[in-house]
Nanobody, 116 residues
Framework: QVQLVESGGGLVQAGGSLRLSCAAS????????MGWFRQAPGKEREFVAA????????AYADSVKGRFTISRDNAKNTNYLQMNSLKPEDTAVYYC?????????WGQGTQVTVSS
């Protein structure tokens, strides 16, 4: 079992920046990857970014490439999502996700609101 706790969401003007954090606890030694998804009102949850825990290899949705950066601190079992040049269309609830063996675990979500 793995527990995820997100932090760092909030309200920001277009063009601004925010950094999200996701701290994992529990069976952290078996983490394969961590990432972020987001869900805007009336829309399906979508992939944002992910990072392989051992190698640090990253992947991004096209909509955030060049603006968002995912990183990790293995010692703290924490990953970070640095979001720059935010746009109103980035407004959503952001969910941290981790893959441990065959299982996916989710955080409770953190709201990011970008005003125009």
């Amino acid at each position: 079992q793995v527990q995820l706790v997100e932090s760092g969401g909030g309200l920001v003007q277009a063009g601004g920046s925010l950094r999200l954090s996701c701290a994992a606890s529990g069976r952290t030694s078996s983490i394969y990857a961590m990432g972020w998804f987001r869900q805007a009102p009336g829309k399906e949850r979508e992939f944002v970014a992910a990072i392989r825990w051992s190698s640090g290899i990253t992947a991004y949705a096209d909509s955030v490439k060049g603006r968002f950066t995912i990183s990790r601190d293995n010692a703290k079992n924490t990953n970070y999502l640095q979001m720059n040049s935010l746009k109103p269309e980035d407004t959503a609830v952001y969910y941290c996700n981790t893959i441990v063996g065959p299982n996916h675990y989710w955080g409770q979500g953190t709201q990011v609101t970008v005003s125009s």
